[in-house]
């Protein structure tokens, strides 16, 4: 089994910027994609931001220009680089490793509000 661990969210004024981080318990192999989804109140889980399989990135059109996806494979961690957030960015943020057999793993999901 393994654990993601996100950390980072938290309160911040539009304009400005929070990281998120995510770490696995361990390493882990035939893994898909990885990255980070979020869901506000009353709407659907979206994809924000991913490492596809082909080793390129993926990001929601609301958010190219203003967050970033990177990793650290020594520390089993994947962050997201938020910048210049918007009041429409509030969600729960959650990490996400999809693996080759169609298995996902989820974090705990980690608030971020931004208060305009």
């Known amino acids: 089994q393994v654990e993601l661990v996100e950390s980072g969210g938290g309160l911040v004024q539009a304009g400005g910027s929070l990281r998120l981080s995510c770490a696995a318990s361990r390493s882990i192999f035939n893994i898909n994609a990885r990255g980070w989804y979020r869901q506000a109140p009353g709407k659907q889980r979206e994809l924000v931001a991913a490492f596809t399989s082909g080793g390129g990135t993926n990001y929601v059109d609301s958010v190219k220009g203003r967050f970033t996806i990177s990793r650290d494979n020594a520390k089993k961690t994947v962050y997201l680089q938020m910048n210049s957030l918007k009041s429409e960015d509030t969600a729960v943020y959650y990490c996400?490793?999809?693996?080759?057999?169609?298995?996902?793993?989820w974090g705990q999901g980690t608030q971020v509000t931004v208060s305009s």
């Open positions: 996400n490793y999809r693996m080759a057999s169609g298995y996902n793993y």
